[in-house]
């Protein structure tokens, strides 16, 4: 079964291992970016997988831009199967650094807009291709944050706010059989952190390497996920990759089982259903 598939952020970082484990699985894979160059190596990347690519020039902090991409995806590719959120606005130094929120720089809370605000406006514009379709997974990328402490109340905030947001689409999307969750990863092994030269990494976190999950992890989950007969029974909920990969038999590239880090981090919230007022 093909399909398309369109990963925001996938210049680096997660979304662009995301696009390449898709197009593992023979997806045609539409990456958004703000960076051309960036994004002609992801599609090098998509296509060197056995995947077709489409480059999307986009900042997400401009609807305009955004609106210009998902009709460029309409013209180029048809429509769309599969829309992964992963565009975000992460200032890692100041993210991670000690000290509470009002220390820290005030546009921290750019996450809000670029991994929030931003996962609805894309999803505005892919659901009526989806709904005419009759099918479609929109996924959002989230973590354990949005239910625990973790880089402090704006990164709460936009993940809690995307777990919340995506159990409400469901709702209005559920009459038309199209999908939406909201998705944990693990500790991701980017290519930056694996291009740090080891005495670079301090010995705590060296240690944590080897159970970090590679970014192709989640593409090859999602895959699954939407080749899942039982996909909509799922729909509405926050579902963390690692148990997703257990349940689908897929194991990292380096044959690994992914960890699940319900147990120390916490578990995602159950949504209500407006029509029963019970656990879904």
């Not at 390449?20 to 970016?33: F, I, N, W, Y």
Request: hydrophobic share 45%; aromatic share 8%.
């Amino acid at each position: 079964m093909s399909y398309v598939a369109v990963v925001t952020g996938a210049t680096r970082g997660l979304g662009r291992g995301i696009a390449r484990g898709l197009a593992s699985k023979g997806a045609t894979v539409g990456v958004t970016g703000r960076d051309p160059e960036a994004l002609d190596g992801a599609c090098a990347e998509i296509e060197a997988q056995g995947g077709k690519a489409l480059a999307i020039v986009c900042d997400h902090r401009d609807d305009a831009q955004v609106e210009a991409a998902f009709a460029q995806v309409k013209r180029d590719l048809g429509g769309i199967d599969i829309l992964v959120n992963n565009a975000a606005a992460v200032y890692g130094e100041d993210l991670v650094a000690p000290g509470p929120f009002w220390e820290k720089p005030l546009r921290l809370a750019e996450m809000i807009d670029v991994g929030l605000r931003s996962n609805y406006v894309a999803a505005w514009h892919a659901a009526p291709m989806m709904v005419a379709a009759g099918k479609g997974l929109i996924a959002s990328i989230s973590f354990y944050g949005a239910i625990s402490y973790f880089h402090g109340p704006a990164y709460g905030a936009a993940k809690a706010g995307t777990d919340k947001m995506m159990a409400d689409m469901a709702v209005d999307l559920a009459p038309h059989g199209v999908a939406a969750i909201s998705y944990w990863p693990g500790f991701i092994l980017t290519d930056a952190v694996k291009a740090l030269p080891p005495e670079m990494i301090p010995d705590d976190l060296r240690a944590m390497l080897p159970q970090w999950e590679t970014p192709e992890f989640t593409g090859l989950v999602l895959d699954a996920l939407y080749r899942d007969d039982k996909l909509m029974e799922m729909s509405g909920q926050a579902l963390i990759g690692a148990e997703l990969g257990e349940r689908y038999g897929i194991v990292d590239l380096d044959g690994k089982q992914p960890v699940s880090y319900r147990d120390t981090m916490g578990s995602p919230h159950i949504p209500f259903t407006p029509a029963t007022g019970q656990k879904s």
